[in-house]
């Protein structure tokens, strides 16, 4: 009797449990159920839910590991203690003492976003009486990499429990939700905490501690400097690509992001279509900004000056609008679920990205305002592209009778 | 007449133990069993009692609703059972056959008879049952008048029967039905058949022949009928498989009820996969135990194909339309890790650490496992990759889900049928039941719009 026959027995004694969810949550992972096909469809493709939120998290790992060591080089290099790399393999980056300062950091972000969050669908599930579902398991995984590294993990568990409540459990849960739920627990901290969520302390480890005292470093972003036309803090492009910047946790590195979409795209797990037309809208809204700068419309001495003069295809690897069109944007739930009405989505997300990064520079960053309010557009862009089909169907009906 | 038919979205299963070309005839069965659930939708009035002798072609039950349709068996022999479900529903007619077989002779039919004449013929025989119509995917309405008739000729459904094969020398049958069921519609009758086929169907005169090409559903008549004059409001379509229309045709040419048919017996299980001479309603356990399956072995018996088919015991009988019974392993186990590991023995349209895209042409051992559990609707843009149909997948099925009848209507219900989703359902992550959804959401229709 090995463990597949204990576990199963015990499945079968408690079936009727009300706890039994949770145990089943546990006991898919260990093994793929013995559930066989009645009615319908005898047979089944290979894929279910958990193979295509793994496949997601798989595509993430890279970014952690890397958003690891960068908290820690950061950490390092802002108080001068060690030389800034030279390049993505630099000796001063890739080092032990910069991995344990980014695990201490980092970790228990993680563990504080699964564990309050699973806690909460467990909980949701054992109320409802429906099995646990995966949606939490890329959520969890997303909200470490796209918060600060320093913020204080009570804040966190405050909003993750928020998102997971109000951003989806309160629509049916998983599959059901019309916003995404680590964009909604992003929002949350980012209304609810103000102070915390931008400025120019909070995105290098150790910054805020030490703010006001003669050790004080430096924790601004690239986007925030420019959006005070103060320049790029001395960054240039291809630390941008490689990702060796200040940031949220796991969004700096665009080479690692690029990797984690040809991935996702390769598994056919991510939509293509959707990061592609993110991609060209946030570059469309650039070239018009910086058409405006050639014009001469706005000066030197606006406040937009900075940001709009940033050459358009730059746009790309300041911020996180990459990171929001690769993970954010093509969550199947939240996006736009009919083909053409994908295209139109992700334009929309990447011209109101830049748009708002420009205009509001109290707080650069607009991916994930632009997602979340094209996620509560996505189901009209359905509408009118279903429509299109319906209309197609009835205009057949008017030729035979005319 | 030729037109061609392409399509490029759909997907191909490969299967192990696909039938061989070679028949046997089946051991002749002892007992016969008739299932009005068959016939969806229709509600049996029995006219054969228990303990009546039948002759092969005599009237066991008519529709309720249409007197004159009757429902013919098989055999001729005497009726022993009749099996009753909840409210003295009729579940099964068993008959015990005769060992000489004796026919009901309904003559020789005129094939230049009117419409009218037709229609009485084919209703008072039983072989109006192998007409069916769409929208609703149910035996079609004696009184309404197609706007064409559909019948395909390629199957391309995992480990079907090769109709090529099954239907080799019957050309005279095929063109009396089909000179028969022409009269019966303004428009044609539109019969697919494989790009690189010698179909017996091929040849056939008052018929559209189309030929088709790509993978399944490529064979399906509901891709045919969207490729060639879709379904609008009001219309109707009848469609008739293609190893029905030799029943009918031999019916009209010798006016005896045949119900002969070549059924493959196919998949993974069986040892010697191969085709059968066999009739309607026959016990399964003729064919499937010589040289077929180990008798105590954890196999599910499907008839039909493994996308569409019934699940019947071992004790179970040939159920009225099928002519293909495959035999493929349960797969009531558990697997480790088997939701994150990287597979090979599986088909998958995704590349998520599956490897069924880098070798397209192996064919597979499937179980009956539906590697995951039942979820909401979350991925998207998947069916579509296999639905050839210009009609949205996900959206028609969640306004099945919620009932929203006009909305049904729209987006396209008169035109598919629930086998028309099989393979969005085989695709589905979240394996959500899309041909169950789908027939009733079609029932509903039916009943509310009619």
């Known amino acids: 009797m090995g463990l597949k026959s204990n576990l199963h027995n015990f499945k079968e004694k408690n079936k009727d449990k009300k706890w039994i969810p949770a145990f089943n949550a546990i006991h898919t992972f260990l093994y793929l159920p013995n559930e066989t096909t009645h009615g319908g469809t005898h047979i089944k493709a290979a894929d279910d839910l958990k193979r295509t939120m793994n496949t997601v998290i798989m595509a993430l790992v890279p970014c952690l590991i890397f958003g690891m060591f960068n908290a820690g080089y950061q950490h390092y290099l802002a108080q001068g203690l060690i030389e800034s790399a030279d390049g993505f393999l630099g000796a001063s980056f890739w080092t032990w003492d910069n991995f344990v300062i980014g695990l201490w950091k980092v970790l228990p972000l993680v563990i504080i976003s699964y564990g309050v969050g699973l806690a909460v669908e467990f909980v949701f599930a054992i109320i409802k009486g429906h099995e646990v579902e995966e949606g939490y398991l890329v959520t969890g995984m997303l909200v470490p990499l796209i918060v600060p590294v320093d913020i204080p993990l009570w804040m966190l568990a405050v909003a993750v429990i928020f998102g997971v409540v109000i951003g989806k459990e309160v629509f049916g849960g998983t599959g059901m939700n019309i916003l995404n739920p680590a964009l909604t627990i992003r929002a949350f901290l980012f209304f609810a905490y103000p102070t915390w969520m931008s400025g120019d302390k909070v995105w290098v480890h150790g910054a805020v501690e030490r703010a006001g005292t003669p050790d004080a470093i430096s924790g601004e972003t690239i986007l925030g400097s420019l959006a005070q036309n103060n320049g790029t803090l001395g960054y240039d492009i291809w630390d941008m690509f490689w990702g060796i910047i200040p940031g949220s946790v796991g969004e700096t590195s665009k080479f690692l992001i690029i990797i984690g979409a040809l991935f996702l795209i390769f598994t056919k797990v991510g939509s293509w279509r959707i990061i592609i037309s993110t991609l060209i809208g946030a570059l469309s809204m650039g070239l018009i900004f910086n058409g405006v700068i050639n014009a001469g419309w706005v000066g030197e001495s606006s406040k937009f000056f900075g940001l709009m003069s940033v050459p358009f295809w730059q746009h790309l690897i300041i911020g996180s609008i990459l990171f929001g069109a690769v993970y954010m944007a093509t969550d199947p739930v939240t996006a736009s679920q009919t083909n053409k009405g994908k295209w139109i989505y992700g334009f929309l997300i990447g011209f109101i990205s830049i748009m708002i990064r420009v205009f509001n520079p109290a707080y650069p960053e607009g991916v994930f305002l632009a997602i979340l309010l094209m996620n509560v557009f996505a189901p009209t862009i359905d509408h009118y592209v279903i429509k299109a089909n319906v209309k197609r169907r009835m205009k057949r009906v008017k030729v035979k009778t005319a | 007449m030729s037109k061609d038919i392409r399509i490029k979205k759909g997907l191909d299963i490969k299967l192990i133990g696909e039938a061989e070309k070679a028949t046997e005839n089946a051991i002749i069965s002892n007992s016969y069993s008739i299932r009005p659930e068959d016939f969806h939708s229709i509600i049996p009035k029995l006219v054969a009692k228990e303990g009546t002798r039948v002759k092969a072609g005599e009237t066991l039950f008519y529709n309720k609703d249409n007197e004159a349709m009757k429902f013919v068996s098989p055999v001729s022999g005497e009726i022993t059972e009749v099996q009753r479900g909840p409210r003295r529903r009729i579940d099964a007619i068993k008959i015990v056959a005769d060992k000489e077989q004796t026919y009901v002779d309904y003559g020789k039919f005129d094939l230049s008879s009117d419409a009218e004449k037709i229609k009485a013929h084919l209703l008072a025989t039983g072989c109006w049952s192998f007409i069916k119509q769409r929208p609703y995917d149910v035996i079609a309405n004696a009184n309404s008048k197609p706007k064409a008739i559909f019948v395909s000729g390629y199957a391309s459904a995992p480990l079907a029967a090769d109709l090529d094969f099954t239907l080799a020398g019957k050309e005279a049958e095929l063109q009396a039905a089909v000179t028969v069921l022409s009269k019966l ?266």
């Open chain 2, 185 to 450: 519609t303004d428009g044609s009758v539109h019969v697919s058949v494989g790009q690189n086929s010698n179909s017996p169907l091929a040849n056939l005169n008052n018929t559209t022949t189309h030929k088709v090409s790509g993978p399944h559903p490529s064979g399906n008549v509901g891709t045919l009928i969207n490729k060639v004059s879709p379904i609008n409001k009001g219309e109707t379509v009848w469609t008739v498989n293609a190893q029905d229309l030799v029943i009918i045709g031999e019916l009209l040419l010798t006016g005896k009820f045949n119900a002969e048919r070549i059924v493959a017996l196919a998949g993974s299980s069986v040892k010697k996969p191969r085709y059968f001479k066999t009739k309607i309603g026959s016990e399964i356990a003729t064919m499937v135990y010589d040289n077929g399956v180990e008798r105590d072995s954890n196999d599910r018996i499907i008839s039909g194909n493994v996308l569409t088919g019934k699940q019947v015991g071992p004790d179970g009988f040939l159920d009225y339309y099928s002519n293909v019974i495959s035999v493929i392993p349960e797969g009531d186990d558990y697997e480790l890790f088997g939701w994150n590991k990287p597979i090979f023995n599986k088909i998958s349209t995704s590349r998520a650490l599956t490897f069924s895209w880098l070798n397209p042409k192996k064919k597979y051992d499937l179980n009956t496992n539906t590697n995951g559990e039942h979820r909401a609707f979350v991925t998207t843009g998947t069916y579509e990759e296999v639905f050839p149909l210009d009609i949205y997948p996900m959206q028609i099925l969640k306004a099945c889900m919620y009932k929203d009848l006009d909305e049904m209507e729209a987006l396209g219900m008169y035109e598919v049928a629930p086998e028309d989703f099989a393979l969005t359902e085989f695709v589905c992550v979240s394996k959500q039941p899309h041909q169950k959804i789908i027939r009733e959401g079609l029932d509903l229709m039916l009943k509310e719009i009619g």
